[in-house]
């Protein structure tokens, strides 16, 4: 069961949420860690290398996506915003600071519940493969979770290897962003389109930058994207 080895970092600064929120998952079998702001939350999440982190978005002096942008050079566990209110600019601005999911307050503890351990899940399916996979001067370490050009790592933060990885192990298959989407994050509903555009054009960026012309990314106008044959 996955929830047997799984600690969960739980990051805001409203204790009666925070306490609710560790009872309700040590009900299901996690383990928890508890941080009151900020600064704390990125102290523990550093030396205690949780599994999966709870962030609050709204907290003061350090708020969620600064404490994200922080931890993300010493841990690649999935993180889940917490937030009272997202709007499409908060999405991209979260996902680029390296968060993987949103969730919105006030929320379903059983939504929260499913969505934890939707990621626990795929992150499992991801430390389960060990391979490379090689084309030209482009390497993909789905192992590692790094993609080089020429010997030049591109820094691909975890959604947008992710894309990557879906698109690269279904070559020359197209799929529209909402498939996409829901592959991706692996939550039912309707995807995010202009998540999914930003993303795409980050990775095409860091391709440019490693000196890669080649657009292993093709737009298919009108329906969506593939990876080149």
Same mark, same amino acid.
């Given at each position: 069961?996955?929830?047997?080895?799984?600690?969960?970092?739980?990051?805001?600064?409203?204790?009666?949420?925070?306490?609710?929120?560790?009872?309700?998952?040590?009900?299901?079998?996690? &383990?928890?860690?508890?941080?009151?702001?900020?600064?704390?939350?990125?102290?523990?999440?550093?030396?205690?290398?949780?599994?999966?982190?709870?962030?609050?978005?709204?907290?003061?002096?350090?708020?969620?996506?600064?404490?994200?942008?922080?931890?993300?050079?010493?841990?690649?566990?999935?993180?889940?915003?917490?937030?009272?209110?997202?709007?499409?600019?908060?999405?991209?601005?979260?996902?680029?600071?390296? &968060?993987?999911?949103?969730?919105?307050?006030?929320?379903?503890?059983?939504?929260?519940?499913?969505?934890?351990?939707?990621?626990?899940?795929?992150?499992?399916?991801? &430390?389960?493969?060990?391979?490379?996979?090689?084309?030209?001067?482009?390497?993909?370490?789905?192992?590692?979770?790094?993609?080089?050009?020429?010997?030049?790592?591109?820094?691909?933060?975890?959604?947008?290897?992710?894309?990557?990885?879906?698109?690269?192990?279904?070559?020359?298959?197209?799929?529209?962003?909402?498939?996409?989407?829901?592959?991706?994050?692996?939550?039912?509903?309707?995807?995010?389109?202009?998540?999914?555009?930003?993303?795409?054009?980050?990775?095409?960026?860091?391709?440019?930058?490693?000196?890669?012309?080649?657009?292993?990314?093709?737009?298919?106008?009108?329906? &969506?994207?593939?990876?080149?044959?």
């Amino acid at each position: 069961m996955i929830s047997e080895s799984a600690t969960v970092l739980i990051v805001e600064d409203e204790q009666d949420i925070r306490e609710l929120l560790a009872y309700n998952l040590e009900k299901e079998g996690y &383990g928890t860690i508890q941080a009151a702001d900020g600064k704390e939350g990125l102290d523990l999440a550093r030396s205690r290398k949780p599994d999966l982190i709870l962030l609050d978005v709204n907290m003061p002096d350090l708020d969620g996506l600064e404490v994200c942008r922080r931890i993300r050079g010493h841990v690649s566990c999935p993180i889940i915003f917490l937030t009272a209110r997202v709007e499409e600019a908060d999405k991209l601005r979260g996902f680029a600071a390296g &968060g993987d999911d949103y969730v919105v307050k006030p929320f379903s503890l059983d939504e929260l519940t499913a969505r934890v351990g939707a990621h626990l899940r795929r992150e499992r399916r991801h &430390g389960a493969a060990a391979e490379l996979r090689f084309e030209g001067e482009l390497v993909i370490n789905y192992s590692d979770r790094k993609v080089s050009w020429a010997g030049h790592e591109l820094g691909l933060v975890r959604k947008e290897f992710d894309i990557v990885e879906f698109l690269s192990q279904n070559p020359g298959m197209v799929f529209d962003r909402e498939r996409i989407y829901e592959c991706v994050w692996g939550i039912d509903g309707e995807g995010d389109s202009a998540v999914i555009s930003e993303h795409v054009r980050r990775i095409r960026a860091k391709f440019a930058a490693a000196g890669c012309e080649r657009q292993y990314i093709e737009t298919v106008w009108g329906v &969506g994207y593939r990876w080149a044959r």
